[in-house]
């Protein structure tokens, strides 16, 4: 072959990287007509939910009290257009081949009614997201006031995408709930499920490295540092030898609990309220009410 002819092997390469059966489940199969996710207008999405959610610190910093109400009517029309899009996409990708599941004729008008339901959210959100921030800043000494806040600290802006992406799934959204927190993963570093369930006046101070899993229950007033992971042990196996999803296998926080940075609790155990979890600990089993766990 001559040296610098490399058709055959880029064919070859080709008809390799083409073989459907060797692909499995790393191909999904378009069908003509289905809308696909994306992620580019998810990012929208998440920014124009910032710009309802914190009216002049995201979107346009020019608004005012006079303005705020065709601001956010106009960002709200935007969202809800591009959330009737992205929703039927999510519905239509999760539809398996070959099922009787709606078509996405179906779908667009489910979508409709999923986002409209969403948007009628949107004031508790905010509501719950006024506490996170209150949380955070009276729980930094270092920060100047909650605008710093809700500018500066990842763990609104991970909140935000997670209080979002959590309505949508408790909805019935599949997939997008996913992305969205994993473009907060992304830009923070914060790991958080949108199945997670968290209460109000919720914070984590810096933020990097802190993972949540899809069971977790926090409570109120809890606080984490960097570096906390709230995961699963080994997952039980079933009778083929494979791990036994969507069974509770993350911890419980109650109320006033305080986890300070790089602890590790891991399975269903229940930390009760007012307990403290010191820095650099492994805790595999429950915390009483009040306990504090620190290293000897």
Request: aromatic fraction near 6%; hydrophobic fraction near 40%; glycine fraction near 10%.
């Amino acid at each position: 072959m001559n040296p610098f002819d490399f058709t055959q092997v880029l064919t070859q390469a080709v008809d390799e990287l083409s073989d459907c059966a060797d692909m499995k489940d790393l191909f999904h199969q378009h069908r003509q007509g289905d809308p696909l996710p994306s992620g580019r207008v998810l990012e929208d999405v998440v920014a124009l939910c910032r710009a309802v959610l914190f009216p002049g610190y995201y979107g346009h910093s020019t608004v005012n009290s006079r303005t705020v109400e065709y601001r956010i009517g106009v960002d709200v029309e935007r969202l809800y257009t591009k959330l009737c899009e992205q929703i039927e996409a999510g519905l239509c990708f999760s539809r398996p081949a070959g099922t009787d599941e709606p078509a996405c004729a179906e779908n667009r008008a489910k979508a409709a009614g999923i986002a409209a339901a969403f948007v009628s959210r949107l004031p508790g959100i905010r509501r719950t997201l006024a506490t996170d921030v209150e949380a955070t800043f009276l729980g930094d000494p270092a920060a100047v006031n909650c605008g710093e806040v809700i500018l500066c600290y990842p763990v609104i802006k991970a909140l935000t995408n997670y209080r979002v992406a959590h309505e949508l799934l408790q909805l019935g959204v599949p997939l997008i709930p996913r992305i969205l927190t994993e473009l907060a993963h992304s830009e923070t570093g914060i790991d958080i499920h949108p199945a997670a369930q968290i209460g109000h006046h919720f914070t984590i101070d810096h933020g990097t490295g802190v993972v949540i899993g899809a069971t977790c229950i926090i409570g109120n007033y809890v606080k984490l540092y960097q570096g906390v992971t709230l995961g699963a042990k080994s997952f039980p196996l079933d009778a083929d030898g494979h791990p036994i999803k969507h069974i509770p296998r993350h911890p419980i926080l109650e109320d006033n609990v305080i986890v300070y940075s790089n602890a590790t609790i891991l399975g269903r155990i229940t930390v009760g309220r007012g307990a403290t979890i010191g820095g650099n600990l492994w805790v595999t089993e429950d915390v009483a009410p009040g306990a504090r766990l620190v290293q000897r």
